[in-house]
Structures are given as structure tokens and as C-alpha cells.
């Protein structure tokens, strides 16, 4: 398969774990494009090729606001998508179902993202289940 033909990638985090993926994928051949905090350590990495933003882009609105515009704007047809924070994650849980068919993404069901994310819904959680 020629990396003309390998599925996009399309990353939204920061730090080392978005750093690791985009590298990753960028040496397997996908077509790799990152969203992630100006002046991150993944702007430093020679496979860093920054995701197009849409016009009038608010970077203040709610993540999921955030992720469904910019997914809305993008040119491509299809691309896997990799959230590699926790509000990037809980924000492709809300994705509509036409997002969701055109960028998949591997994700256990958002009650089980929440509850993990909330350390206070963890904690109760757990706690109902007699864990420590």
C-alpha cells in the first residue's frame, strides 16, 4: 500500500502522547495532521503539519464545538481520528453520527469516558464497588 492510500490521521492533543502517535503514523506512511496548544513540544517534530483551521475558528468555544468545526471544514472524505487528551476524548464521544461514519475513531461508550475522566465519578464509582 503506497502512503497515497493509507487513511489520514488526524491528532488533537498535546504533549508526549500526541507527539508519540503523530510519529508513529507519519513513519507507517499515513498522511498525519495535529491539533494541538501553540509552542507544544509536537510543534518541534519534523512530521508536525498543523491542522487547517476554519474560518472564524473561536478557540474558547466548548471542545466539542471545537472538534465538530474543524472535522466540518476539512476537505478529506475520511480520516481516523486520535484524541490524545481526556477533553478531546469526551469530545469525540459527542460527535454526531455524520462525523462519527466519516472520522472513526476507536472509543469505549462515553458513560465509560466520563466516568473515568471525572476522578469524582471514579472515586463514587468505585467506592459502590468496594474497590479502594
Sequence with gaps: MTSSARLPVLIFGTTVTALGAMRIFARLGHPVWTHTEPGDVVTLSR???PMPLPAGFDPKAPMAVRLESIL????????????CTDFWTEAATELPEDLKARFPVCLSPREAIYTLT??????ASMSVLGLP
Design 72 to 83: 466540518r471544514s476539512l476537505p478529506m472524505s475520511r480520516a481516523f481520528l486520535l484524541p
Design 118 to 123: 471525572d476522578k469524582g465519578r471514579l472515586a
Design 47 to 49: 512530521y508536525y503539519r
